[in-house]
């Protein structure tokens, strides 16, 4: 590819990349429930109601499964062959099975003593059910899904997995969907595919969804190409995109902007005055719409960060982080140094946000990126007709919503405006499905809405401009049409003679 050759790739794959290591991000799984860390040592981590430390993990591979154990430290769980002859006896039906309470023998008592004592949650799982006297007659659905209950109430199994726009988007879907305004998983994978997001591009997008559409970018061009990133307040969030652990390599082709500058672009009336005269004070607030509430959003999405327990309210690890350090909300400590250090660093970190500003206007004052994605809070008519201008002709994009009727105002305005073909606003339906031997069939609980896409073309409107002078000019107009029809109506007497 040409574009590829022009940027410095990413630095090659590190070795042991599969095996974690001390800093990295990592997602901690149980079940279908997900949580994102960063690996410190001695560092204390609360999930799904169990506290633990992350020491142990370090130099394991991804995908390990550990067992929490006294103390809170992890242990690789060794597989072992469920014995299957136990659970062989089973009943015909569960209709005379009475739930009166009575029939499991061990107390809440015996089972925290049993805790007390060290002993595993398997085991704790065996006793239940050697105590309890229903469980022959059920049948072994039942056996099944009461093993299942049991296990997860009493074995604390985690696994540790890598990062990835799959897993992290369920996460947050799951979890804190206010924070990615409702996006569901299969939403994102479609605003990828329609906004062709490959290595090598120069995209443009405008999110407010934490950094997740910002990451999944990043993550699906690879270090190749450049993204410019368009915030609204103060300085743009990007909590989820540190949870992936991209390399610094990464980060030489991600630049940002701010949303209150981009009519000043169009203008041509843009100049480096105008970023030095913004404020620099993190407790100031711009007089611009929307402003207080995106600034306070910010404060609260990096403080609630899913890197971070959420008893915590200044995360360690942003300060690792390249990205998160150049937000203007990030303060640093002063017990870190002296009062003229934090002033001279703070310096330092605005003049290199001022230029990657200006890299970032002069990217863009080129109007040639390869693709839009929209994916924001805020009303998506305004947004999506003053950046289609820095977009090429020729290439996608891509508008999300979580409700229809702002996208088909938007739809009537592109038809209005011209210069897009291929316009359509779509919605994806998705069902899970159990599948287990016997049991396979549609899960009762699915989600009711993913919210709505518009995509489309941008066509080169030259043409259009071509036919407003045409019809200013009327001599040329009249010459043309008096030339052409005088030729054919010579050449017609002569065919009928």
Not at 267 to 291: H, I, Q, R, Y
Not at 374 to 391: E, G, I, Q, W, Y
Request: proline letters at 5%.
């Amino acid at each position: 590819m040409e574009g590829s050759g022009e940027l410095p790739g990413p630095q090659p794959p590190h070795p042991g990349d599969h095996r974690i290591r001390d800093g990295d991000f990592v997602v901690l799984k149980r079940e279908d429930v997900f949580k994102a860390v960063q690996v410190q040592r001695r560092k204390k981590v609360t999930f799904e109601k169990q506290w633990f430390y992350l020491d142990n993990v370090i130099g394991h591979s991804y995908g390990t499964t550990f067992e929490v154990t006294n103390g809170g430290s992890l242990q690789p769980k060794k597989k072992k062959e469920e014995p299957t002859s136990e659970t062989k006896e089973a009943g015909t039906d569960n209709r005379n099975i009475i739930d009166d309470g009575k029939s499991q023998k061990l107390t809440q008592d015996d089972i925290k003593a049993l805790k007390d004592k060290g002993i595993k949650g398997e085991e704790i799982v065996q006793q239940l059910i050697e105590n309890s006297t229903t469980f022959r007659d059920k049948t072994e659905f039942a056996q099944d899904k009461y093993i299942k209950k049991k296990k997860k109430k009493y074995e604390a199994i985690i696994t540790v997995v890598k990062p990835s726009t799959r897993i992290l988007s369920i996460m947050y879907y799951a979890r804190e969907p206010g924070k990615i305004n409702h996006m569901r998983y299969d939403t994102l994978a479609q605003m990828l595919t329609l906004g062709n997001v490959r290595a090598g591009n120069k995209m443009i997008v405008m999110e407010t969804c934490a950094g997740l559409v910002l990451g999944a970018m990043m993550e699906r061009m690879g270090g190749f190409g450049s993204i410019i990133q368009l915030y609204p307040g103060g300085g743009p969030v990007r909590a989820a995109t540190a949870c992936f652990g991209f390399p610094k390599s990464f980060l030489s082709g991600l630049y940002d902007f701010p949303l209150n500058k981009v009519d000043s672009l169009l203008n041509g009336t843009f100049s480096a005055e105008m970023l030095s005269s913004e404020p620099k004070d993190g407790a100031s607030v711009e007089e611009s719409n929307g402003t207080l509430e995106e600034k306070q959003t910010s404060e609260q999405e990096n403080e609630d960060s899913v890197a971070e327990a959420q008893e915590s309210h200044h995360p360690p690890e942003q300060e690792r982080m390249e990205i998160v350090s150049q937000d203007p909300e990030y303060k640093e400590p002063k017990e870190r140094g002296s009062k003229k250090d934090y002033i001279q660093e703070k310096q330092r970190r605005q003049e290199e946000q001022r230029k990657r500003h200006l890299e970032a206007a002069a990217l863009l004052s080129e109007r040639n990126s390869d693709g839009l994605i929209v994916a924001s809070r805020f009303h998506p008519t305004p947004l999506l007709l003053s950046l289609l201008d820095f977009v090429a002709p020729s290439r996608p994009f891509v508008v999300y919503c979580q409700y229809k009727e702002p996208l088909l105002e938007c739809y009537t305005k592109l038809r209005e405006r011209g210069g897009v073909i291929n316009l359509r606003l779509s919605e994806t339906w998705l069902r899970n499905y159990q599948v287990l031997p016997d049991r396979s069939h549609p899960k009762l609980l699915m989600s009711g809405g993913g919210g709505y896409l518009l995509s489309g073309f941008t066509v080169a409107m030259d043409n259009l401009k071509a036919d407003l002078s045409l019809k200013s000019n009327a001599s040329t107009l009249e010459s043309h049409t008096t030339e052409e029809p005088a030729a054919k109506k010579r050449k017609c007497p002569e065919s009928d003679s």
